[in-house]
């Protein structure tokens, strides 16, 4: 059975979004983790006030609900974001094991106000080769022995 949505955890979610922006503190985004409806982690993008293009607001919850519950797992909880999320906070929202995400706007919508996803999209679809920013393998060798140490310890903390 899927969880019904909760209109007043949005709300705060687009309320963030809106204070963040009316206060010049960064974009028009803010996300609201919540476990059993209970609050356990809330941010707003705070890219451009931080000086850091990974601090978009479900990222900033992320690490809140992260810290409020003292692990690094989050299943159990869901999302409220004011925009559907770009590739970076979908793959961090993955590797939280959220169980839910509730978006209200699009990522068309955010691409009308100037914040285009669909060119990361495009490039994570590439080949390494072909990306606009070049990358390219080296020391591949060498770099699988921390690979094999990981696969050979017995007592390590799955993720």
Known sequence: MNPAPNPELMRRAIALATENVRTGQG???????????AVVGEAANRVTRKNDPTAH??????RA????????SLKGCEIYTSCEPCPMCLAALYWAHIDR?????TAADAARAAFD??????????????????SAMLLHDEAWESFQLWLDTPDKILY
């Not at 607001?57 to 992320?62: D, Q």
């Not at 609900?65 to 690094?72: E, G, K, P, S």
């Not at 995400?101 to 706007?105: E, K, Q, S």
């Open 117 to 134: 996803d669909a060119t990361l999209y495009r490039q994570i679809a590439s080949p390494a080769p072909q990306r606009t920013i070049p």
């Open 57 to 62: 607001a479900e990222v900033g919850a992320i």
């Open 101 to 105: 995400i509730w978006f209200a706007n």
């Open 27 to 37: 974009g028009p985004f803010g996300a609201v983790i919540v476990r059993d409806g």
């Open 65 to 72: 609900a992260c810290r409020a519950l003292a692990t690094f």
